[in-house]
Nanobody
Framework: QVQLVESGGGLVQPGGSLRLSCAAS????????IGWFRQAPGKEREGVSC????????YYADSVKGRFTISRDNAKNTVYLQMNSLKPEDTAVYYC??????????????????WGQGTQVTVSS
């Protein structure tokens, strides 16, 4: 049974940092891509970043390039999203998702069948 558990969200001031974690279990780690998505109130879920299973290639939304970094710890079956220089517009519920993809995508959340419960990130002074 595929299970994803996010953690690390919270309240942070603009310009601050947070590191989100996505702990995974129930599947063969090396064959699944991991994506991070976010959803703000009244908005559609949008892709933030992802990391591929085949070659570890990473992708970022233009809005977070240069500020966010995705990484994976294969020994812990965990993916991290380091978020720096946070802005109020980064406020959202952040979800991790997984699917047996060789190359990950953030183009659409429909590419992923398995989701975590989400963690709230609020950027406010």
């Amino acid at each position: 049974q595929v299970q994803l558990v996010e953690s690390g969200g919270g309240l942070v001031q603009p310009g601050g940092s947070l590191r989100l974690s996505c702990a995974a279990s129930g599947f063969t780690w090396g064959y699944y891509a991991i994506g991070w998505f976010r959803q703000a109130p009244g908005k559609e879920r949008e892709g933030v970043s992802c990391i591929s299973s085949s070659d570890g290639s990473t992708y970022y939304a233009d809005s977070v390039k240069g500020r966010f970094t995705i990484s994976r710890d294969n020994a812990k079956n965990t993916v991290y999203l380091q978020m720096n220089s946070l802005k109020p517009e980064d406020t959202a519920v952040y979800y991790c998702a997984t699917e047996p993809l060789l190359i990950c995508t953030i183009a659409t959340p429909h590419a992923y069948d398995y989701w975590g419960q989400g963690t709230q990130v609020t950027v406010s002074s």
